[in-house]
């Protein structure tokens, strides 16, 4: 039985504990917030105990996994100590707001010999799972273009509702690194790595946030292919996100968790059988308009995949540096948008913030 702990209760926390509810061998033993009043909520809704202190947290026993939830530029140092105190750790999206951060909390992960993931659940989506495989197979031929688009709906009392969001400091960006970073890692994940990225970004929609509501990258990956990145959470009333893969022996459309158009030059049985798995809902939802309609089934398959890195050994599907891939991306294609030029990577060092 694994114990988790999580950090941080707001609302991303209610999926990791329903998603440690569903897991066999895990049991949610206790919370921490800096407010003790809303660790207390979150435990009566949830179950453990609220625990009074990080270190209190972190020493007890029966907890031998961290969850990390607190906003975006505020994880490294807990990640560092829970990687001290032996427990492994979890990571929600993005695993920090700089290179250098990521890499503390990988380098803390790795020196205390503990397991350390970055949440991407959309990887365990199923038809994402069937589109890695479509890669992996060399199904698509070459692949010539890889392009993803997350064109979603945030209202002003969303980034009004806490002080941190829409600040370089704590929420490291905005549509691109808070909303977009999940179909970032994807492309990565199907595409493989990115050389060069030219980007235009603004604020188009919102008052009173130092980050992005819309931005357009184009980017060159190492294989070749060409591809295009878009975010906003300036599009109402918010669309279901988007990822298309193209080669020249097969194309494939994949939108939020449904198959769009799945088509290659050599069909085979399996096919017919993926588009009508998962063909197209008649709902929209996904987040795309409400950070809270999402379901907690990808929360729990990660954490089963990472469990299962605990006990048979090896590395979780997304550890650390897999987290850190989706970040520098993202810190690269802001570097392209505050000097007009294209940028190389990998990047060398951390880019100034866009508004340094």
Known sequence: MHGFGIVGTGSISAFHAAAIAELEHAELIGCYNRTPEKAAAFAEEHGGQAFDSLEALLADDRITAVCINTPSGARRDIAVAAAEAGKHVVVEKPLEVTLARCDAIIDACDAAGVKLCTIMQSRFSPANVALKQAVDDGRFGKLTLGDTYVK??????????????????????GAFMNQAIHNVDLLLWFMGDVVEVSAVTGTLAHERIEVEDAAVAAVRFANGALGTLEASTA???????????HGTAGSAIVEQDSVLLWKFAEETE??????????????????AADPKAISHAGHRDQLKDFLHAIDAGGAPLVDGREGRKSVELILAIYESQ?????????LKEDPPRPNA
Request: no cysteine; proline share 5%.
């Open 235 to 245: 599009v109402w009333p918010g669309l279901l996100k988007k990822t298309e893969l």
């Open 270 to 287: 399996a096919d017919a059988d993926v588009r009508r798995k998962f063909a197209a809902p008649d709902t929209i939802g996904g987040g």
């Open 338 to 346: 505050r000097t007009g030029q294209r940028i190389s990577l990998p």
């Open 152 to 173: 979603w709906w945030r209202s002003q009392e969303y980034y009004d509702s806490g002080g941190w969001r829409g600040t370089y400091e704590l929420d490291g960006g």
